[in-house]
Every structure is written in C-alpha cells, then in structure tokens.
C-alpha cells in the first residue's frame, strides 16, 4: 500500500494535487454474516459441482470466494464491509491530468479506480472521519460502494502509509517528495555527528538548499559561517545584514595563520598543505619540499611564535638554508619560485584569486574587515 501515497523516485507517479485515501470499514454482525455465509457456501459449492461450471468460469472463482470467508469465520475471523475512497483536491481545469495520474499510480499496484461522476457529495463524505454511521454505510451499500471483505483483507488494506516524517524539532520544513510535511533539524542527530553533505547535478538546487538552511537556522537565532565560492550566498547574507568577507587582489586583507597557532605540532599539518599551495599554485610539490617547508616553519616559530608571518617564512626561503634535512640541504628559494616581489604583511592566501569569500552573521571580528 506505500507506493499508494506515490512513488518515490518516479515523478509521473506522483499526484498532482492534494489527496486523501480513505478506508471505511463497517463490521458486520457476526450472527447475520455467518448464516448468510453457510447458505451462499453452499450453494457456490452445488454450481461448482454443476454441469454448467464448465461453461462459467466465475462459478470456481465465487466458490473460491466462498470458501475463503467459510475459512475465516471458522478461524474466529469475521467479514467486514470496506471502501476505498479517494478523494483530489483540484481546480477543475487541473482535474482530468489530476484524475490520470492518480489513475496511473493505482494502475501500477493493480487497482482500477472508478470515477465519481455526479456522486460528489457522499464521495467527500465518504472521505472524511467520523462518518461512516450504520445508515450512512446502508446508503453507501445502496450505491454498490462496499464490498464484503475478511478482516484479514481490510487490514492488509488498510492506508496506514506515510513518508518519513522528519526529526523532531522543526528547525526546517520540507515537503516530501510524495506530500508528507517534513520537519528536520541537523543537530538532532543523538549519536552526536552533525554533519551533513548536500549532493546534487550542477543547477539542481544545491545552494538554493543551503540558503534555506542558512535563512532557517538564522530564524531561529543560530550563528552561521558560510564558505561561499561562487558568490551563492551574498543576497542572502546582506538580507541577513551578515558580514560578508570578501577575499580579492585588490583587498587588504591579511590572515596571519601563525597568529592563532596554539600547539605548533598539533598545527603543522594543517599549515604546511596552505603553505604549499602558496608556494606552488598550480603544481604539486616533492616530497622534500614538504619537509623543507615543514622544517623551516618550526624552525622560524622557535624564533618568532606567534610573531611570525607568511612573509617573513617567505624571506626566510629567499635567503636560508634548511639544515634540518642534513645532507639534503636545499637551497630554499627553489621552494618558493614566486616570491620576488614582498608585499609586507600580506600572505599570499589572502590575495589569491582562488581564495572565495567568506560570510558570517552576526559575528564581529576586529581582525577581518567588512567590504560592502
Ligand atoms: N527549490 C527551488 N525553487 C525554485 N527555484 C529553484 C529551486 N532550486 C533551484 N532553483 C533554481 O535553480 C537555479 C540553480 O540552483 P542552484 O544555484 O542552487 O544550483 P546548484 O546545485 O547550487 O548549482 P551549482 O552546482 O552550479 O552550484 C537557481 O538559481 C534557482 O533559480
Ligand atoms: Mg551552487
């Protein structure tokens, strides 16, 4: 009964409107039902034995029928009386593309839905809860709208069938893709991990996501950071009269990494990979390299510690000699190709080309400066 609600991956069997999937069920009285059941037993059990059987192929399947409610009474069960109803909120032009794909999706698990034609309203009464009285179920009888069932059957029936509903904490609403709201919020994960990874085609919606997530976590007073290459995020970030970093040639903007190291080898890991991206753009470096630029950031931080800047390592590659890689001692200036031009006090991180901007909101930093 799940892919009734529509299926998941395929559009074109997806409603195009507001739905509602209804089961009635009226139990039947079990005195009445059982008598009625013995007598039609019996006579579907004389036609099968009949000669005409051979010549009417429903005779076996009324006796199949039959049996199969005899079964059941004589297991404890009992018979019901159920419809189905489903009920399309639609504008009338919408209606007949409305009626088809919902016809497709019944159509696809093996139901045949019959239109409703000039029976509007006690179809819609028919939908709603708390209806089904004893004289509405003997109209709807009259209609032909019922059908006799086991229990068994109308359970297995039964539209008990929804989306995931999301976490508990409405942090951000979504629409399923099959109609179900969606409430989720990221840090509702109890197993302690939040993050997350949104994965889509180029064009998808990938930062129109993010966006709603920043704005959605905004709302309800989050302090939020953005990464932003590709200028996803600036609308929204001067909406939210964030601060938007912006990180160009032209901009005097200087990020000493030294300046918030507090365990130089705890954070030389992270350093060096910067490092030699500002040495080499475009190509990767020996593995020696890496060591020699390793090497000459402990050393200078020995020196200087927090003092100590991109462009004095600069400079220190310019002229120096790495010791620490002994025999291999490498000039350092074949390390650091480009640096033929100082620019005091500004790294090359900050005025390289690939380096995006950065948002943060509501955050003030004496250190970064806002561009507007
Ligand atoms: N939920 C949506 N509602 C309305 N328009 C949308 C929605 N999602 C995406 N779009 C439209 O699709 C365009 C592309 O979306 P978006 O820029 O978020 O894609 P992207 O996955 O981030 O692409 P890229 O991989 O190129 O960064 C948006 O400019 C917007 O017009
Ligand atoms: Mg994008």
Redesign the pocket.
């Known amino acids: 009964m799940g892919s009734l609600i529509g299926d998941l991956m395929q559009p074109a069997l997806q409603y195009s409107a507001p739905f509602l999937i209804t089961l009635g069920v009226h139990v039947l009285d079990p005195n009445a039902t059982k008598s009625i059941i013995t007598a039609n037993h019996v006579r579907a059990t004389q036609n099968a034995k009949s000669k005409m059987a051979d010549v009417m192929p429903d005779v076996r399947k009324k006796l199949d029928d039959w049996s199969a409610a005899a079964n059941a009474i004589d297991t404890g069960g009992s018979l019901v009386s159920l419809y189905h109803q489903l009920a399309i909120f639609t504008p009338p032009d919408k209606a007949a593309s409305a009626h088809e794909a919902a016809n497709a999706i019944w159509r696809a698990r093996g139901f045949q839905l019959n239109a409703d034609a000039y029976m509007h309203r006690q179809a819609l009464l028919a939908s709603l809860p708390m209806t089904l009285t004893p004289r509405f179920h003997k109209d709807l009888a009259k209609m032909r709208r019922v059908t006799r069932k086991t229990m068994a059957n109308a359970i297995h029936m039964a539209p008990l069938i929804a989306e995931w509903r999301g976490t508990r904490t409405p942090a951000l609403v979504f629409g399923g893709r099959r109609g179900q709201v969606m409430t989720l919020d990221l840090f509702d994960n109890d197993l302690g991990n939040y993050n997350f990874a949104i994965i ?12 709603e997530l920043a704005w959605s976590y905004r709302a309800i007073g989050a302090k939020v950071w953005m990464l932003d290459l ?1 200028r ?1 995020f600036e609308k929204l970030c001067r909406k939210a009269q964030g601060t938007y970093i912006e990180f160009r040639p032209d901009v005097d903007i200087c990020l000493n990494p030294f300046t918030i190291v507090h365990d130089i080898n705890e954070d030389i890991d992270m350093l060096v990979p910067g490092i030699s991206k500002m040495c080499s753009m475009q190509h990767t470096l020996d593995e020696v390299q890496y060591k020699a630029i390793s090497a000459m950031v402990l050393k200078l931080w020995r020196e200087h510690g927090n003092d100590l800047t991109i462009t004095g390592l600069r400079d220190a590659f310019k002229t120096g000699t790495i010791e620490e890689l002994g025999s291999r001692a490498t000039s350092a200036s074949a390390i650091w190709p480009s640096c033929s031009t100082p620019t005091p006090g500004v790294g090359s991180m900050s005025a390289s080309s690939r380096a995006g901007p950065m948002w943060t909101s509501r955050t003030t930093s004496s250190s970064s400066r806002t561009r507007n």
């Open positions: 889509g085609a180029p064009g998808s919606g990938k930062s129109v996501l993010m966006n590709g996803s």
